[in-house]
C-alpha cells in the first residue's frame, strides 16, 4: 500500500478519535454527568456553599469571591505573595463593580 | 490529486529517511500542543464547572466589614435586609477556619440549621445534633475517620472537643466538600466563641434575579459598612481565576509558547545543507518551484497535523481521564487536602480551532518560507552549496 494512504488513513483514524472526544464530552454534559451534576448543584444550595475547596492554605485562597481586597497584601502593600496558589488566585475586585 | 498523492508519497519517504530528527520535532512538538491543550481544556473545564454550580449558590452574601476586614455581621442587619422588597428568606451564615496541628492542614468548619435533607453525595446524613459532624473525603482520609468515626478538634477555648462523624462526602464531590466539617449552627457558634446574636455572614434570597445588583446597591445603601457579593460576582471571580492570563496558567501557558516558538524560529531561521542539495538535485532533475513548495508544505502539514492530533487527543485523556495528574502538582500549591478533580468532559470547539490556527500554521509557515528562498535560487549553486 502507497505510504500516502497509510498516513491519510493514520490522520483520518486521529481525526475521528477527535470527534469521539467531542461526542463522549457532549453525551457526558447532557446525559452521563447530569444527575451528578445535579447532586452537586443540590449540594451548593443546601450548605449555601460559595467557593471550590482547591487551596485551603489561606483565607483568600480557600474563598477567593468572600475575602476582603488586603487579604492578599497582609502583611504590607506589594509585600512577596506567601503562598504558590496565589499566583494562581490573583486577587479579585468585585464589589462596587471594579474590575481588573 | 494524484500528483499531491504522489508528492506525499515523497515526503513522507523524505521523512523516514530522515526519522530520528522527524520524530524527534514530532515528540517536541505534540508535547507543547499538550500541554497548551491541557491548561486551556483544564481552565474551561473549571469554568464551566464554576459557571453551573455557582449557580445554585445563594442569590447574595452579605458580609460586615469593618477596618476594611470581614468581620461578624449582628442579627439586627438580618432584619433591616428583611424590609427591603423583593427579598426572600434572609439567612445566617456561621462558618470559619480550623488550622489542625497535627496534620498542618487547614480545615473549612460551616454550620447548617439542620433543615436540609439528605444529601445524594453524602454517605451518611448531615448532622443533626450537636457532638455530630459531617466531613469532606480529604478529611476523612487525613485524619483516617469514616461514618461512625470519631473527629477530635480543638475549639477556641483550647478544649477539645470530640464529635461523631455521621457522614462523609463523597469523592465525587471532592471539589466542593474535601477539606468541609459540617457542624449544627449552635456548635459552630460555641466551637469558635461566636458572641451571641452574631453570624459570619449573610445569605440572602432575591425573588427576580434582574433585580440582584439594584438589591445589592440598596443593601450598601442601608447599611454602608457592609459588603453585598452577587452571584454572578461569584461566577466572574472563577472566571478571572482560570481564565489564561491568570497567574500560573499564564506562567505555563508562555513555558509552553515560548517552547514552540524556539522550534518554530529554528525551521524558519534556515534549513540543513542536506535540505538545500536535495532541493538543489530535485529542481536539476525538473521539479519546478511549485512542487518544492509542495513538497514542503506537506512535509510541514505532515508533521504538525500528527502532532497538533495526537497532542490534543493526549490533553483531552491526561485532563479527563486520568484527573490533570501532571497538572495537579503544580496547581496544588501549600495546600494539605487537596481535591482530586472529577470534572464534567467539556471540548469546546474554539479551543481546538485556536490551538490549531496557533500550532499549525506558524510550523507550516516556517517550513514553506526557508525552502522557498533555496528553491527560486539555481540548482547548481545550491548542489555546490
Known sequence: ??????????????????????????????????????????????????????????????????????????????????????????????????TR | MIKHLKIIDYALASLFRRKYKSLAIITAFTLVVAALASI???????????????????????????????????????????????????????????????????????GTDGTAKNLELLDGRLPADRGECAIGAGIAAIKKTGTSGELILVNSSNTGVLYEVVGVFRAASSLLTNDLIILANEEVIDFFGYPPGKATDVAVQVYNKNELQTIAGKVKKLLPDTRPITKSELVRTYDMVFNWRSGLMLTVFSAAVIAFCILAWDKATGISADEKQEIGILKAIGWDTADVLALKFWEGLIIALTSFLLGTIAGFVHVFFLAAFLLAPVIKGWSVVFPEFHLTPHLDPYIVFTLGFLTVTPYVASTIIPAWKTAITDPETVMRG
Not at chain 2, 461578624?72 to 427591603?84: G, M, Q
Open chain 2, 40 to 110: 486551556l481544556l483544564f481552565s474551561s473545564a473549571l469554568k464551566t464547572e464554576a459557571a453551573h454550580l455557582l449557580d445554585s449558590a445563594p442569590d447574595l452574601i452579605v458580609q460586615r466589614t469593618t477596618g476594611g476586614r470581614h468581620d461578624l455581621i449582628p442579627a439586627e442587619y438580618t432584619e433591616k435586609i428583611k424590609d427591603i422588597a423583593g427579598i426572600g428568606a434572609v439567612t445566617g451564615r456561621y462558618w470559619g477556619y480550623y488550622y489542625d496541628p497535627l496534620t498542618g492542614a487547614n480545615y473549612t468548619v460551616q
Open chain 1, 1 to 98: 500500500m502507497r505510504k500516502s494512504k497509510i498516513f491519510i488513513g493514520v490522520t483520518l483514524a486521529e481525526v475521528l478519535l477527535l470527534i469521539s472526544c467531542f461526542l463522549f464530552a457532549f453525551t457526558q454534559q447532557t446525559t452521563g454527568r447530569q444527575l451528578e451534576l445535579q447532586a452537586r448543584q443540590e449540594l451548593v444550595q443546601s450548605l449555601g456553599l460559595t467557593d471550590f475547596a482547591i487551596w485551603t492554605e489561606a483565607r483568600y485562597t480557600r474563598h477567593p469571591s468572600q475575602t476582603d481586597f488586603f487579604s492578599p497584601f497582609q502583611e504590607f502593600p506589594s509585600a512577596f505573595e506567601h503562598f504558590p496558589a496565589g499566583s494562581v488566585v490573583a486577587p479579585v475586585f468585585t464589589a462596587g463593580g471594579r
